[in-house]
């Protein structure tokens, strides 16, 4: 720390940055996981639940065994039960299943609060981050390029998401699913079957994004933790047009547009710090209204979600 | 048939709804006597949050150990109608007669919204600006001095930085807040003058991603030593110590959080507060309507020095805590200005710790950076 250098107002790109890898990885992983869902013809919106949910029973989980990945695979877990529950209960007929999300969220969320008490207090381990910032001698870049091994696991999981869409079997038969029932049947899949395995997985990453926040960044269970950025990623995967590639984008440009309002303060621009707060929002407004075409609306979506049929 | 049985059911339903009222209107009354009082506190968020409620909830524990009095506790209370709701249930419920609303936020509109519908209840406010022509009787507001420990805090900032620079994650601009910003500054500058210290507000009191951010921001722009007001001070003490600053708590003891950097922190102690103030109404007598301490009177305390704070650190450290003991001690002395150049206090001018005027503070002084809007 004695060592830090005078980096002035570098600071901001600095931060933006740094900011975009901290913060980004909750996002990147809700949105992965809801875009799977979205590709199979259901929406979860109960993602923000499992996510609370799953940084609870993360912390939990890596507080009593002392090993934070076991943390993760138990947040893993939680999240499939949730995305099982989410999908058994939507294959009955007469469900909607935005409803059932909601709902999900606000159990998620009261059952995170519930059992969460006790683990508040306690400090659990945290998970190791990879320092790839060796080659600078500037204290402030290698502390800003401290890599959660979680975010690089998103990035190659959307990258193996697109190509699993793509090019193999289970991607064409999410596909399907997702873009007629009538289709999906008349090939011999069972809809219903493909969704409740997609919103499972779906829900698997959602809580392993929440183990992120309570094991690596902040870094500690409280039940404002999440400040619902569950809810933010569901909307980015609209944003990204249901491409996994574009949610890694996505979620890196929303997790660097959160880190200027603080870093600006930092550098002496101080008035007006609730506007440069708003950044991501806005940033997200203008992009959509930038990127929307009255020609091909929802470009992109799958044709089976209830809310383009 | 299909009537009579319409009938029947609408019977059984005004029955049953008859028995309900009659079961509440004697519940308070049975609630009563099994205790003398009932004593309702409201939080804005977790009880166990290492910060502001966690404090509170200390002291609502000693309370709850007294004899003849109910504890009634309800925490997550946003600083909305919602507040007010819990506040009218506490006492229609539980028969609650003294309430602590304890957030900022509560005062202004909600305590003043349901004080005035019910005489016989006593709602005691930590912070509030209780003024006798403004605001119902049966208000009242106390708080503490805490801005002494964040004096006390700076003298050990001082002392730790090399960089000369010093760090506050600030929730929002209020008096109190500001207060805080502007005493751990004064306090570094009584060690050396040159220092400065960055301000970052987050907007709220309670968002870890964003304190996150504000101090990683803060060690990047070099500040080796970092503080806080924010309702729960965990998330800062950790990401300021994993990037190898010091750090100065507040509102409880957060030692175990950061052992070998924890410089010190000002802590609250309402234990001894809120047991006297219930003891108070228990004997038959009533509380003022403005309670406000300090370290001598034991309102605050401050947590043991850490491993890092050195000799002199220490020396000045006792001494000034000694000179704050002695009551009327002056942080905010000329000659002073605000950040923007205007005069606060004249040379030879002084305000003592308990000088009202300190309380609608609405300046960051001369070596703070930041602004408050």
């Given at each position: 720390?004695?060592?830090a250098?005078d980096i002035g107002?570098?600071g901001v790109?600095l931060?933006?940055i740094?900011?975009?890898?901290r913060?980004?990885?909750?996002?990147?992983?809700?949105s992965?996981?809801?875009?799977?869902?979205e590709r199979s013809?259901?929406?979860?919106?109960?993602l923000?639940?499992?996510l609370?949910f799953g940084a609870?029973?993360?912390?939990?989980?890596?507080?009593?065994t002392?090993?934070?990945w076991?943390g993760v695979?138990a947040a893993?877990?939680?999240?499939?039960?949730?995305?099982l529950?989410?999908?058994?209960?939507?294959k009955?007929?007469?469900?909607?299943?935005?409803?059932?999300?909601?709902?999900?969220?606000?159990l998620?969320m009261?059952?995170?609060f519930?059992?969460g008490?006790?683990?508040?207090?306690?400090?659990?381990?945290d998970?190791?981050?990879i320092?790839?910032?060796?080659?600078?001698?500037?204290?402030?870049v290698?502390a800003?390029?401290?890599?959660n091994?979680?975010f690089?696991i998103g990035a190659?999981?959307?990258?193996?998401l697109?190509w699993?869409f793509k090019n193999t079997?289970?991607g064409l038969?999410?596909r399907?699913?997702?873009?007629?029932?009538?289709a999906?049947?008349?090939i011999?899949?069972n809809p219903d079957?493909?969704?409740l395995?997609?919103?499972?997985?779906?829900?698997?990453?959602?809580?392993?994004?929440?183990?992120?926040?309570?094991?690596?960044y902040?870094?500690?269970?409280?039940?404002?933790i999440?400040?619902?950025?569950?809810?933010?990623?569901?909307?980015?995967?609209?944003f990204?047009?249901w491409?996994p590639?574009?949610?890694?984008?996505?979620?890196?440009?929303f997790g660097?547009?959160?880190?200027?309002?603080?870093?600006?303060?930092s550098?002496g621009v101080?008035?007006?710090?609730?506007l440069?707060?708003?950044?991501?929002y806005v940033l997200?407004?203008a992009?959509?209204i930038?990127t929307s075409?009255p020609d091909k609306?929802m470009?992109g979506a799958?044709?089976?979600l209830?809310i383009?049929? | 048939?299909?009537?009579?049985?319409?009938r029947?059911h609408f019977?059984n339903t005004?029955?049953?709804?008859?028995?309900?009222?009659?079961?509440g209107a004697?519940?308070?009354?049975?609630?009563?006597?099994?205790?003398?009082?009932?004593v309702g506190?409201?939080?804005v968020?977790?009880?166990?949050d290492f910060?502001?409620?966690?404090?509170?909830?200390?002291?609502?524990?000693a309370v709850k150990?007294?004899?003849?009095?109910?504890?009634?506790e309800?925490?997550?209370?946003?600083e909305?109608?919602?507040?007010q709701?819990?506040?009218?249930?506490?006492?229609n419920?539980?028969g609650?007669?003294?309430?602590f609303?304890?957030?900022?936020?509560?005062?202004?509109?909600?305590?003043?919204e349901?004080?005035p519908?019910h005489p016989?209840?006593?709602?005691?406010?930590a912070?509030?600006?209780?003024?006798?022509d403004?605001?119902p009787?049966?208000?009242g507001?106390?708080?503490?001095?805490?801005?002494?420990?964040?004096?006390l805090?700076?003298?050990t900032?001082?002392?730790?930085?090399?960089?000369k620079k010093?760090?506050?994650?600030a929730?929002k601009?209020?008096?109190?807040v500001?207060q805080?910003?502007?005493?751990f500054?004064?306090?570094?500058r009584?060690v050396d003058?040159?220092?400065t210290?960055?301000?970052?507000?987050?907007?709220e009191?309670?968002?870890a991603?964003?304190?996150?951010?504000?101090t990683?921001a803060l060690a990047?722009?070099?500040?080796?030593?970092?503080?806080?007001?924010v309702?729960?001070p965990?998330?800062v003490?950790?990401t300021?110590a994993?990037?190898?600053?010091?750090v100065c708590?507040?509102?409880a003891?957060?030692t175990a959080l950061?052992?070998?950097?924890?410089l010190?922190?000002?802590?609250w102690n309402?234990?001894?507060?809120?047991?006297g103030?219930v003891?108070?109404v228990?004997?038959?007598?009533?509380i003022?309507?403005?309670?406000?301490?300090?370290?001598?009177?034991?309102?605050?305390?401050?947590?043991?020095l850490?491993?890092?704070?050195s000799d002199?650190?220490r020396?000045?450290?006792e001494?000034?805590k000694?000179e704050?003991?002695?009551?009327?001690?002056?942080?905010f002395?000329?000659p002073?200005?605000d950040n923007a150049g205007?005069?606060?206090?004249?040379?030879g001018?002084?305000?003592?710790?308990?000088?009202i005027?300190l309380?609608?503070m609405?300046y960051?002084?001369?070596?703070v950076?930041?602004?408050t809007?």
């Amino acid at each position: 720390m004695s060592t830090a250098a005078d980096i002035g107002i570098w600071g901001v790109p600095l931060a933006i940055i740094g900011g975009a890898i901290r913060v980004s990885t909750p996002f990147l992983f809700v949105s992965l996981g809801e875009c799977l869902t979205e590709r199979s013809g259901r929406i979860n919106l109960g993602l923000e639940g499992t996510l609370v949910f799953g940084a609870m029973s993360g912390y939990a989980v890596a507080y009593g065994t002392g090993s934070p990945w076991l943390g993760v695979l138990a947040a893993a877990m939680a999240g499939v039960l949730f995305g099982l529950f989410h999908g058994w209960i939507c294959k009955f007929k007469g469900v909607n299943d935005i409803a059932i999300g909601i709902a999900l969220m606000l159990l998620g969320m009261g059952l995170a609060f519930f059992f969460g008490k006790p683990y508040i207090q306690p400090v659990a381990p945290d998970l190791p981050a990879i320092p790839l910032g060796w080659w600078s001698d500037i204290p402030q870049v290698q502390a800003a390029l401290q890599v959660n091994a979680l975010f690089l696991i998103g990035a190659v999981l959307a990258v193996a998401l697109h190509w699993m869409f793509k090019n193999t079997r289970v991607g064409l038969a999410i596909r399907v699913a997702g873009d007629s029932t009538d289709a999906a049947r008349a090939i011999g899949l069972n809809p219903d079957t493909v969704r409740l395995l997609s919103t499972a997985a779906g829900g698997a990453l959602a809580g392993v994004g929440g183990a992120y926040l309570s094991l690596y960044y902040p870094g500690s269970w409280n039940e404002g933790i999440s400040s619902g950025q569950g809810l933010m990623a569901v909307a980015l995967v609209i944003f990204a047009r249901w491409n996994p590639i574009n949610c890694f984008w996505a979620a890196l440009l929303f997790g660097g547009a959160g880190a200027l309002g603080p870093a600006l303060q930092s550098v002496g621009v101080t008035s007006g710090y609730y506007l440069f707060f708003a950044a991501p929002y806005v940033l997200t407004l203008a992009l959509l209204i930038i990127t929307s075409s009255p020609d091909k609306a929802m470009e992109g979506a799958p044709g089976a979600l209830s809310i383009t049929k | 048939m299909k009537r009579e049985l319409t009938r029947r059911h609408f019977l059984n339903t005004t029955a049953a709804m008859g028995a309900a009222t009659l079961a509440g209107a004697m519940m308070p009354g049975q609630a009563r006597a099994a205790s003398d009082l009932t004593v309702g506190f409201i939080y804005v968020g977790p009880k166990d949050d290492f910060g502001y409620n966690q404090a509170h909830a200390e002291g609502a524990a000693a309370v709850k150990e007294m004899a003849g009095v109910t504890v009634v506790e309800e925490e997550n209370v946003p600083e909305t109608v919602d507040v007010q709701n819990t506040m009218e249930s506490m006492i229609n419920f539980d028969g609650a007669t003294l309430l602590f609303p304890t957030s900022f936020g509560y005062f202004d509109p909600h305590i003043l919204e349901v004080a005035p519908k019910h005489p016989d209840v006593r709602f005691q406010h930590a912070a509030g600006l209780w003024s006798a022509d403004k605001h119902p009787m049966n208000v009242g507001s106390y708080f503490g001095y805490i801005g002494m420990g964040q004096y006390l805090n700076g003298i050990t900032a001082g002392y730790a930085s090399k960089t000369k620079k010093i760090g506050f994650v600030a929730a929002k601009p209020i008096p109190q807040v500001l207060q805080n910003i502007n005493s751990f500054l004064l306090g570094a500058r009584s060690v050396d003058p040159e220092i400065t210290c960055q301000v970052i507000f987050t907007g709220e009191w309670s968002l870890a991603v964003k304190e996150a951010e504000a101090t990683n921001a803060l060690a990047d722009q070099g500040c080796d030593v970092i503080t806080c007001h924010v309702d729960g001070p965990k998330v800062v003490m950790e990401t300021a110590a994993a990037r190898g600053a010091y750090v100065c708590g507040y509102h409880a003891d957060q030692t175990a959080l950061a052992p070998e950097k924890y410089l010190t922190g000002a802590e609250w102690n309402w234990a001894g507060v809120y047991t006297g103030m219930v003891q108070t109404v228990l004997d038959g007598g009533s509380i003022d309507n403005f309670v406000r301490g300090g370290l001598s009177d034991g309102f605050i305390k401050m947590s043991p020095l850490g491993p890092a704070v050195s000799d002199a650190a220490r020396n000045q450290f006792e001494a000034t805590k000694a000179e704050i003991m002695k009551g009327g001690y002056s942080v905010f002395k000329g000659p002073l200005k605000d950040n923007a150049g205007n005069v606060i206090a004249a040379d030879g001018e002084a305000f003592v710790e308990t000088d009202i005027a300190l309380e609608s503070m609405n300046y960051l002084v001369e070596g703070v950076l930041g602004s408050t809007s």
